[in-house]
């Protein structure tokens, strides 16, 4: 008989509106007034309407799901480096991204300005951001995440969805809290708690990292202990004293070709290729954020 499927969907429908009613008499009222009927009104047993009354109720969502990327950093409780970026800046992140929404300035010495592991200035559009998750998958310092904040809806395109490094930071905690069981695995993965760079130099120091396990996720790490001296020094090395030597004539060779000079002896090579005193970084341009955002918007505009 043609029309059962449309008549028991209709059935299904209707069984559904009289059991909400069902369910508002049994609750005497209180169904939608007392916060610990949530869970049950989103329980196995429940009936009827399954309404949740955004924004005063909120279904938690999954541990692995995504929407924005955040950067990680230290816990300002952290005693050696708090607050310090996981990020080195090596642009991994934003070579991936399949829509090209991050944009990273690496940061540099003031003194000698030679580039630091460490971003100056990191962007995300979030407009652009399709929240495919490459960005944390590929990063090999776990420095970048995804976020479970979806709630960033605002008036001002244009400034306010252009995410800068202040609003992006969040201690390691945060990503404890948010995502424990995969902060977990990261964890044991890389061989601690801390960041893979400073496991690694704890190992080549002869020190054992603390194995990660649920109990000690929120346990303040302790100090790590100082590395021994070196036994010996390169003057007492003597093959890499002269590794040493041959490097520093071929780079003051190098500068005396640079420089049209004819090449110099040995010995006044090893002299000439003396650390020179760092050159004045007066003349090098500062970072301007506020230009670095304009040009961003200007893009954003120009593609919209």
């Known amino acids: 008989m043609y029309g059962q499927g449309i008549l028991k969907g209709l059935w299904v429908t209707f069984r559904h509106f009289v059991n909400t009613y069902v369910d508002d008499i049994r609750y005497a009222g209180r169904k939608y007034l007392r916060q610990e009927n949530f869970a049950i009104r989103q329980g196995l047993k429940a009936q009827g309407a399954f309404t949740v009354q955004y924004p005063d109720e909120k279904l938690a969502v999954p541990e692995r799901f995504r929407f924005t990327p ?12 708090p607050g310090d970026d996981w990020c080195t800046s090596c642009g991994i992140c934003a070579k991936v991204c399949p829509p090209q929404c991050i944009w990273i300035v690496r940061g540099s010495d003031p003194t000698t300005g030679r580039p630091v592991p460490q971003p100056e200035a990191f962007f995300i ?6 929240n495919c998750g490459f960005c944390a998958e590929f990063c090999p310092f776990d420095a970048i ?4 904040n979806y709630e960033l809806a605002s008036y001002d395109r244009t400034s306010h969805h252009i995410h ?15 995502a424990p069981t995969t902060a977990l695995e990261e964890a ?5 708690w801390e960041h893979p760079d400073v496991l690694k130099a704890m190992k080549k120091a002869g020190q054992t990292a603390v194995t990660p396990t649920w109990d000690n996720m929120f346990t303040k790490p302790e100090p790590a202990a100082k590395p021994l001296p070196p036994a ?4 007492e090395d003597p093959a890499k004293a002269e590794r040493l ?8 060779r190098k500068r005396a070709a640079e420089a049209g000079e004819p090449a110099q002896p040995a010995a006044a090579a090893v002299e000439a290729s003396a650390p020179a005193p760092a050159a004045p970084t007066a003349d090098k341009p500062k970072f301007d954020k506020q230009a670095m955002l304009e040009k961003i918007r200007q893009r954003k505009a120009d593609k919209g």
């Open 70 to 81: 955040f950067l990680v950093v230290n816990d300002p409780d952290h005693p050696e480096a």
């Open 125 to 130: 559009d979030i407009d652009i951001c399709m």
């Open 145 to 148: 995440k995804m976020d479970h």
């Open 164 to 178: 800068d490094k202040q609003y992006l930071s969040r201690p390691l905690s945060y990503w404890k809290t948010i």
């Open 188 to 192: 044991v993965a890389r061989g601690g």
């Open 232 to 235: 010996e020094s390169a003057d």
């Open 245 to 252: 030597r041959k490097r520093e004539e071929a780079l003051a």
